[in-house]
């Protein structure tokens, strides 16, 4: 694997980490695709750091597990501001 992959990998890892940032919002800062994000956390980094990997998994899961709830929200902001 090229060494930029790897460091942009434990970059994003990082950042989601000590953000509980989502996937969207970690590419967004990166400037890379939400597929590039998902591509690093799960298959990329448990080859460079186990342990890193197992804690940006669980952000990961977490993140799935609430966006019906952020997506819920989302609609009734949108449908309070149309009134």
Same mark, same amino acid.
Request: charged share 35%.
């Given at each position: 694997?090229?060494?930029? @992959?790897?460091?942009?990998?434990? /970059? @994003?890892?990082?950042?989601? *980490?000590?953000?509980? /940032?989502?996937?969207?919002?970690? /590419? !967004?800062?990166?400037?890379?695709?939400?597929?590039?994000?998902?591509?690093?956390?799960?298959?990329?980094?448990?080859? *460079?750091?186990?342990?890193? /990997?197992?804690?940006?998994?669980?952000?990961?899961? *977490?993140?799935k597990?609430?966006?019906? *709830?952020?997506?819920?929200?989302?609609?009734?902001?949108?449908?309070?501001? !149309?009134?």
């Open positions: 694997m090229r060494e930029y @992959i790897e460091e942009r990998a434990l /970059a @994003i890892a990082e950042y989601m *980490i000590e953000h509980r /940032a989502t996937v969207r919002l970690t /590419a !967004q800062k990166f400037g890379v695709s939400k597929s590039t994000v998902h591509k690093d956390i799960v298959e990329r980094l448990p080859q *460079i750091n186990r342990m890193l /990997a197992k804690c940006a998994r669980e952000v990961l899961d *977490i993140n597990s609430e966006r019906h *709830i952020r997506g819920g929200l989302a609609t009734k902001e949108k449908y309070l501001h !149309q009134k």
